[in-house]
């Protein structure tokens, strides 16, 4: 078992103001056991496009910065919304600076779905893939669908639905059990 805290890298997928995504991840980060350090990663927007050419030497400092973060992490947890049947843009671009410098290999990472019954499947086969392909492990107990209504999203960015709250329990379990299991 893990005797220290852990850090969590959490990343939205959306750049949106007032994202069900956003919001879902800072409710989890608020609700995260003792354990965890959760760390809600900021810098998607500022991302520049991915150039294999800037991979290297010549690596942006976002990208370094994103990199940087994930490597401090003991495992990340994403929640992206569904953009013309996959991922939006920005992640993906976040994901492909990921592949150079093989931060997520061997990472634990897991995913929340916060879309509505029967949406955002795109969005999570498409990261189920990428994730794959960088080796990250991904902790499929941990990987959820639990939608969330537009209208539990609060004023100050939280969700306020208890079932939400009740399954994000559940994923730290998984994420713990995960990493204890690993350590």
Known sequence: ?????????????STRNGSANSAALVTAAALAPRRVTPVLYGGLADLPAFNPDHDGDLLPPA??????????????????????????????????????GGEMNEKPAAWINVANPGRGGGATATLASV?????????????????????????????????FTAT????????LGHLDAAS
Do not use: H, Q
């Open 63 to 100: 990208a370094a910065a994103l990199r940087g973060e994930i490597a401090a992490a003991a495992a990340v947890l994403f929640c992206t919304p569904e953009y013309a049947g996959t991922l939006p843009g920005s992640l993906k671009n976040l994901l492909d600076w990921t592949v150079g």
């Open 1 to 13: 078992m893990l005797s220290d805290s852990v850090r969590v890298l959490m990343i939205s997928g």
């Open 168 to 175: 994000v329990a559940d994923i730290w379990g998984a994420v």
């Open 131 to 163: 994730l794959s392909y960088v080796g990250a492990d991904v902790i499929d107990a941990a990987c959820r669908d639990i939608p969330v209504p537009r209208d539990a999203v609060t004023p100050d960015g939280t969700v306020s639905d208890p079932r």
